[in-house]
């Protein structure tokens, strides 16, 4: 509507809208009356004043402000059209390539944190849309592998054995980019929260689907599955999440002593995460070994905390072991079969408790739970083996050397047939001791 105003002047009506942002950056004024008034054609917007307004410079400062709020957020919805876009686009790319072409994919691990320091998963800060649109999107992927599978079963039962062996390795290569599209889509999906049981619901269907399809390239991968060592196996954690990791079977025993040794293999930055953790009721931190933020690898026992001298965060397969003793708390670390460090005085005189839950990729805020997917290790792990003493030097370079003499844990031996895998974290043939051999 015109308003009233004197002749030859064109009535102004400033009109003030504040912008709501995706991630809550949007400026709040607070009590700010707006005001509409009537400029002359000729005359200074900012200079006018209306009864009861303030001063000219503030209007101006109140305008300016404004102003710069609305670019802040423009730039922030064309960036957020520009990553659905660019979600859109690889999923498509996903979708429409044939079997004998490969996909490049990489993943990188978000922050870390232990203990309170975070509470939010950081797998990445992702395009939220639609949840419809979101969920038929993973549904047609997911459809679209399904038929890519069968039609890779068919044709491996049909051809020789070479050729089935290439098409396992490009078959990998697209489920490793996929995985990380769809999980990181997923989790998107999770913290927007649209309507909490539909999208539970559908989380559940959509990871159920992932992993009996990595069943079913794992039976294709390995073939002679049935002939395969039992600890030929390695697993992976291709993403920071809540809900990727792996059970042992068994709790630990009580123990006045301990080796704990595994191959390691990880680039995830900052920090790798917890490669494993053992709670038991009343101390969720009764055995956790962690790398978080920019730290150092640590050990804790029963919540003490020695910091671990390793170097092996560089993306390639590394052996690593920790020893210790109750008696006064005497630690030793071992990396590729050598010494780097020691020390004591870690919870002395606490033996390690029984009846906990032993979890891997996870750290454990509650009995078997409370997961964070700050603490959460991205990469790879194998061999993981628990003995209830203390290993020697020479029985640790057995185990980093791949030696027919290296031993197996006398209290958690690695076998597939001890550990339960959940969330789509994957299994492959474990490949480092063949390297050395």
């Known amino acids: 509507a015109m308003a009233a105003g004197a002749p030859g002047s064109l009535p102004l009506l400033l009109l003030l809208l504040s912008l709501l942002s995706l991630r809550g950056r949007g ?23 209306a009864p009861g307004s303030g001063s000219a410079e503030e209007l101006k400062s109140t305008v300016l402000q404004l102003r710069e709020t609305v670019l802040q957020q423009k730039e922030t919805i064309m960036n957020q059209k520009e990553t659905i876009r660019e979600l859109t ?39 939220r849309a639609p949840a419809a649109e979101t969920l038929s999107q993973l549904g047609q992927t997911l459809q679209s592998l399904k038929t890519r599978l069968e039609n890779l079963e068919q044709f491996s039962r049909m051809n020789s054995s070479s050729q089935t062996n290439n098409l396992k390795d490009i078959l990998q290569n697209k489920i490793d980019d996929l995985e990380k599209q769809v999980l990181s889509r997923v989790n998107s999906l999770e913290e927007g929260k649209f309507n909490p049981k539909n999208e539970s619901e559908e989380r559940g269907k959509i990871e159920s689907t992932l992993t009996s399809l990595h069943q079913r390239i794992t039976d294709l991968e390995k073939g002679q599955k049935d002939n395969r060592p039992p600890d030929r196996f390695q697993l992976t954690f291709p993403l920071r999440t809540n809900y990727m990791y792996a059970k042992v079977k068994k709790s630990l025993p009580e123990m006045y002593a301990f080796s704990v040794c595994m191959w390691i293999k990880s680039n995830a930055s900052p920090g790798m995460g917890t490669p494993f953790s053992y709670a038991v009721p009343g101390q969720a931190n009764e055995l956790v070994l962690i790398e978080w933020g920019n730290n150092p690898m640590e050990i804790l026992i029963n919540d003490k905390v020695a910091k671990l001298p390793f ?3 560089d993306g390639k397969w590394h052996h690593i072991c920790v020893t210790w003793t109750t008696r006064d708390g005497v630690w030793e670390a071992y990396q590729d079969g050598t010494q780097t460090g020691s020390g004591e005085n870690l919870a002395p005189y606490h033996p390690i408790k029984p009846q906990g839950v032993l979890v891997l990729g996870q750290e454990q805020d509650t009995l078997g739970g409370g997961f964070d997917a ?11 083996n628990v003995w209830d003493r203390k290993l020697s030097p020479g029985e640790v370079y057995s185990l980093a050397t791949c030696s027919t003499r290296a031993l197996a844990g006398n209290v958690i031996t690695w076998a597939e047939a001890n550990i339960d895998i959940y969330g789509g974290a994957t299994k492959w043939t474990f490949e480092a001791c063949r390297q050395l051999n």
Request: with cysteine; proline share 3%.
């Open 27 to 49: 400026q709040g004024f607070g009590q700010t009356r707006f005001i509409c008034t009537s400029v002359p054609l000729d005359g200074d917007m900012c200079a006018a004043t």
């Open 89 to 127: 686009a690889k999923l498509g790319r996903c979708e429409s390539q044939s079997v004998l072409e490969a996909l490049p994919g990489e993943s990188k691990g978000g922050g870390a944190g232990r203990k309170g320091g975070f509470s939010k998963n950081t797998m990445g800060d992702l395009s």
């Open 311 to 313: 170097v092996i965060n």
């Open 374 to 384: 700050t603490q959460a290790f991205v990469g790879e792990l194998a061999h993981f």
